[in-house]
């Protein structure tokens, strides 16, 4: 047994040293130290020999074991560490005479754009930019716009709440009126643009995150004239000085008297269609007067001052803009959409 397991010493470790191949070396393994291998086969043998021979041909026999074993993870990390490197140059790139920006030059989402020239509209009528917290307290978002605790917004099935707090995501951009006016005193002119969330299902009119623009002026003598002619003056700017706009008498917690603002049908021109609903208007945002309880909430004088409000939404502006009528285009990040714009 002791020339056996010479013989194997040698052919086996010599084939290690010879394996060209990860698979190579799984044959040479299995063919010696695998369930039928050479060198398993007469450690089976060992209990049929006496103890003394048992004992000095089991200690080479594991000794050999332990060489082959030793050798085939030592010859497998040469041939990975080759394999890597052959690798390496094979698929190496010359990007030595490649231009640094391959790529086409990207362009802003409509939504930004929309919002870029709603900024820079109200930036010429002398409105400031100013942001609120996404995350906001029941006093911001409902309270201190005259909002009681009986109204349908505060129900879970409007509102995402945030469970053991006082905190809800915000449902509109309303709560930035109340945060510039406890920081700034009258008179002021301000815009809020934001990111805003409503518990409802996404459908092609509705989203569970939107954005909206929200409007306020404070002053002395300020009234429902310049309300409409601010609003007027904006949305002809927007889409064209020969606009037609209208205000609807509507309901508001936080104004009062309220209003809807309506322009003509960019499609029909007032005629009826299919996306006015044969009404000939498209409603675009809402405003008013804004609602004395609304300045008591920051101390504000209500008897000397007075302001109007105003709040849109910029996806139905940027649908109105584009003439499109799904809503989820917008974010299905679908480039073949948005490269059109």
């Known amino acids: 047994m002791i020339n056996e397991l010479l013989e194997i010493?040698?052919?086996?470790?010599?084939?290690?040293?010879?394996?060209?191949?990860?698979?190579?070396?799984e044959k040479i393994k299995i063919n010696s130290i695998g369930r039928k291998g050479a060198l398993t086969e007469i450690l089976k043998k060992l209990s049929a020999l006496p103890v003394e021979e048992r004992k000095k041909i089991g200690e080479k026999a594991n000794k050999l074991r332990s060489?082959?074993?030793?050798?085939i993870v030592d010859r497998l990390?040469?041939?990975?560490?080759?394999?890597?490197?052959d690798r390496l140059s094979s698929e190496k790139i010359d990007i030595s005479g490649r231009l640094a920006f391959p790529f086409a030059r990207g362009h802003s989402h409509p939504l930004t754009e929309t919002l870029k020239d709603i900024i820079i509209t109200f930036k010429g009528l002398g409105f400031d930019s100013a942001s609120g917290p996404e995350l906001e307290t029941d006093w911001y978002n409902f309270e201190a716009?005259?909002?009681?605790?009986?109204h349908p917004a505060r129900d879970s099935q409007d509102t995402f709440y945030i469970a053991g707090s006082d905190k809800l995501l915000r449902t509109h951009t309303s709560p930035g009126q109340i945060h510039v006016m406890e920081k700034q005193k009258p008179p002021l002119k301000v815009i809020i643009p934001g990111r805003v969330y409503r518990n409802e299902a996404t459908d092609a009119t509705h989203s569970?995150?939107?954005?909206q623009v929200e409007g306020l002026a404070v002053d002395e003598g300020i009234t429902f004239g310049d309300l409409k002619g601010t609003l007027t003056l904006f949305l002809q700017r927007m889409f064209g000085s020969s606009l037609k706009v209208r205000f609807r008498p509507s309901h508001f917690q936080f104004t009062e008297p309220s209003a809807e603002v309506d322009v003509q049908c960019f499609i029909c021109k007032g005629g009826g269609c299919r996306v006015c609903k044969s009404t000939?208007?498209?409603?675009?945002?809402g405003c008013g007067m804004v609602h004395p309880n609304v300045f008591k909430s920051v101390n504000y004088d209500f008897e000397k001052y007075?302001?109007?409000?105003?709040?849109?939404?910029?996806?139905?502006l940027t649908m109105l803009k584009i003439g499109l009528d799904d809503m989820r285009l917008l974010y299905?990040?679908?480039?073949?959409?948005?490269?059109?714009f």
């Open 306 to 316: 007075t302001g109007f409000a105003f709040g849109m939404g910029v996806e139905r």
């Open 280 to 285: 000939g208007w498209l409603e675009m945002m």
């Open 9 to 25: 010493e040698d052919n086996v470790l010599g084939e290690i040293a010879k394996a060209c191949s990860i698979d190579d070396l």
């Open 77 to 85: 990390k040469e041939l990975k560490s080759r394999l890597t490197q």
């Open 145 to 150: 716009l005259n909002i009681p605790r009986d």
């Open 332 to 340: 299905e990040n679908n480039l073949q959409f948005i490269n059109q």
């Open 67 to 71: 060489e082959i074993e030793s050798g």
């Open 208 to 211: 569970a995150t939107f954005h």
